[in-house]
């Protein structure tokens, strides 16, 4: 079975949301699974965005890099924009997919706001993730 592993720097937003997606998107052909340098929590507002599609990433725990065997990694997907991507997992498939960190400390973003920034996220790896099914396929 084809293993894809998203990665970026928390494994609590961009990542687990590509991990529910990719669950969904790619069915139970391809072991789907995410993981970060420097992992955290699960974002609530990422739980809460992907729910209002149908995907339940409620169970999801952030997961170190450190903690995925490398063979057992067929493609890595990064998700990291501007920040540091965490290690690659060696000499795998690799896509680069620059995604926004849609989570933020900034205490002067209300509710609406939080859920534009993590729609915003969730749709776009959506979208990339519908264009990549179609590659993984032939591979």
């Not at 937003?13 to 997606?21: K, P």
Request: aromatic share 6%.
């Amino acid at each position: 079975m084809h293993s894809v592993v998203f990665l970026c720097v928390k494994n609590s937003a961009r990542s687990q949301m590509a991990e529910g997606l990719g669950r969904a998107i790619f069915g139970d052909g391809i072991r789907v699974q995410s993981a970060g340098s420097e992992p955290s929590h699960v974002n609530p507002w990422a739980i809460e965005v992907c729910r209002e599609i149908g995907i339940d990433i409620s169970g999801n725990t952030s997961k170190f890099v450190g903690a995925i065997e490398p063979d057992s990694v067929d493609t890595v997907i990064r998700l990291c924009d501007e920040e540091v991507c965490p290690a690659t997992l060696g000499d795998k498939q690799h896509y680069y997919l620059p995604i926004e960190d849609p989570a933020s400390d900034d205490p002067s973003l209300g509710r609406e706001q939080m859920l534009a920034r993590f729609r915003r996220a969730r749709d776009e790896i959506k979208g990339q993730l519908e264009s990549l099914a179609a590659i993984l396929d032939r591979t």
